[in-house]
């Protein structure tokens, strides 16, 4: 088989990808190594940046989006018991986010993808980028007990945190930068109404929760755990108890409860690659980095990767320059790290740490009356949580 591009991966990246390059005219294969279901079975993201949405647009795969999305214009930080809104909208000249998850997100691009007629070989294993140092680089994999190979121009990995293409690299070509959190997410989403119509961010002595939402019917609420916990070790009175115990009056008297219809806990690290180019191959999304989901960002990161990615690549193929595929690590990494940099700073603005001392808690609340009392901090935090431009 031959190919322009190879994306490994089917998730967020690999299919905004794939259809971004198929509306320039670049054929493109994706090689996953799950099936559908499952992936549709993951529960993850749910806010999106402006820039992702323009570009599910661009895709043509955004109807389901804008009739189903929630438009929201501000956030709330709750803490000392006091809830403060961020005026997002006000902040920012008019910007927004929106409230769609990510499982949403996928299905409709999976759904572009076959609507376009484009080929995705699920079931994939020891999917194996090879030769990408050179310019005829290629892709196996096995299915049906039969080794394929895929040569292409290009491979896109997109294969996440814990994918191959990251770990093909040569240990001295690549650095990594990591901090691991010493607590997890504990997530719970259920078919309950909203506790508020915007999501609640929460830092509190027992520790961080939030309150967010999928659609007016259906929650998504999390409470910072140790990371000692599994999930068994919560019940749903459990998680619905500590929840309330971490909100202020007026939430936990309106908050409705009911059975989880999923229920997970998420470790929490920051990680950047660098370079996330290596000849041929690319590193896009969580293969390239990942984020502590306290600012929202990871998903919205692997969006602007695979702006600049596939702006490369048409730059390549359409008008015969290799200047952005040179420069996509370089402009890449420039905006991955400032997602990194507010991501982190939310985290630890928020979460109880174990050597939170007394000194440490005083500067949390300094550093959260310092946002909510200025209206330069309040841009600040505003203009990084609807996302800076691409
Ligand atoms: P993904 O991991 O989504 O997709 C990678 C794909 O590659 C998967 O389908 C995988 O099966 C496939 N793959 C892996 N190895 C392969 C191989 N060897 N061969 C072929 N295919 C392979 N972000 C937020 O903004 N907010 C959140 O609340 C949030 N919660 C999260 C909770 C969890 C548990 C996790 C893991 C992440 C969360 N994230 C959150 C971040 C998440 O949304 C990611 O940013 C997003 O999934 C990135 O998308 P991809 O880069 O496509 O990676
Ligand atoms: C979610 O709805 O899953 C969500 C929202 C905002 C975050 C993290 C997760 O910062």
Known sequence: MR?????????????????????????????????????????RAGVLEQGLVAQMDEVGAAARLHKEGLIHGGIELLFGDVRHRIDLNAATGGKNVTVYGQTEVTYDLMEARLAAGLVTVYDADQVTPLDFAGDKPRVTYV??????????????????????????????????FERV???????????????????IYVRNERGFALCSMRSHTRSRYYVQCRLDEHVDDWSDDKFWDELRRRLD????????????????????????????????LFLAG????????????????????????????????????????DHYSTKALARIWKAERFSWWMTSMLHRFSDTDPFTARIQLAELNYVVESKAATASLSENYVGLPY
């Open 3 to 43: 190919t322009q591009v190879v994306i490994i991966g089917s998730g967020p990246s690999g299919l905004l990808l794939g259809q971004l390059l198929h509306k320039h005219g670049i054929d493109n294969i994706i090689v996953e190594r799950k099936d559908r279901d499952y992936i549709l079975g993951r529960i």
């Open 143 to 176: 299915k049906d007990g039969a080794t394929h190979a895929i040569d292409c121009d290009f491979i896109a990995g997109c294969d996440g945190f814990h994918g191959i293409s990251r770990r093909s690299v040569s240990a001295g070509g690549i650095q990594e």
């Open 181 to 199: 959190y010493p607590f997890g997410w504990l997530g719970v989403l259920s078919d309950t109404p909203p506790v508020s119509p915007e999501l």
């Open 249 to 280: 009056e007026e939430a936990a008297d309106k908050l409705v409860t009911g059975p989880s219809i999923e229920k997970s806990i998420a470790p929490l690290r920051s990680f950047v690659a660098e370079p996330i180019r290596f000849g041929r």
């Open 286 to 325: 969580d293969a390239a980095h990942i984020v502590p989901p306290t600012g929202a960002k990871g998903l919205n990161l692997a969006a602007s990767d695979v702006h600049y990615l596939s702006q490369a690549l048409r730059e390549f193929y359409v008008e015969k320059s290799p200047a952005g595929i």
